[in-house]
C-alpha cells in the first residue's frame, strides 16, 4: 500500500506563498490535485517521469510542480495566492495518461487544506 503524505498546507494572505510537498516523484506521473467546499476535485499540476509538466489554467504563472528524485520528494511552489485557490490539496500517482483529470488515479494522498484570506 502507498502511503503518500502531503505537508505545507496552511492559512496565508492573498498574495502570499506556500509550499506543498508530498513523498512521490518516483513515479511516471505524480501531481497535485484540490478540491474546494461544494466543487469537484480538479486537476492543479502534473509532471511526468521526464520532467515535463502540465498546469490547469487558473494557476499557470503561478503555481510551479517539481520534484526532487534523490529525496523522493514532489512540490508545488504556490505564489500570489487568492482567496479561490481556497481547498484541499491531494498529491496523487497517476498511472497512465499524464493528464489533468482524475482518471486513473492509482494513489492518492490525505490532503492538506491551503485557506487564502483576502
Known amino acids: 500500500q502507498v502511503q503518500l503524505a502531503e505537508s505545507g498546507g496552511g492559512p496565508v494572505q492573498a498574495g502570499g506563498s506556500l509550499r506543498l510537498s508530498c513523498a512521490a516523484s518516483?513515479?511516471?506521473?505524480t501531481g497535485w490535485f484540490r478540491q474546494a467546499a461544494g466543487k469537484e476535485r480538479e486537476g492543479v499540476a502534473l509532471?511526468?517521469?521526464?520532467?515535463?509538466?502540465r498546469y490547469a489554467d487558473s494557476v499557470k504563472g503561478r503555481f510551479t510542480i517539481y520534484k526532487d528524485s534523490a529525496k523522493n520528494a514532489l512540490f508545488l511552489q504556490m505564489n500570489n495566492l487568492q482567496a479561490e485557490d481556497t481547498a484541499m490539496y491531494y498529491c496523487?500517482?497517476?498511472?497512465?495518461?499524464?493528464?489533468?483529470?482524475?482518471?486513473?488515479?492509482?494513489?492518492w494522498g490525505q490532503g492538506t487544506q491551503v485557506t487564502v484570506s483576502s
Open positions: 518516483a513515479y511516471s506521473c
Open positions: 496523487a500517482v497517476k498511472q497512465t495518461a499524464c493528464a489533468l483529470n482524475a482518471d486513473s488515479v492509482a494513489y
Open positions: 509532471i511526468d517521469r521526464a520532467g515535463s509538466t
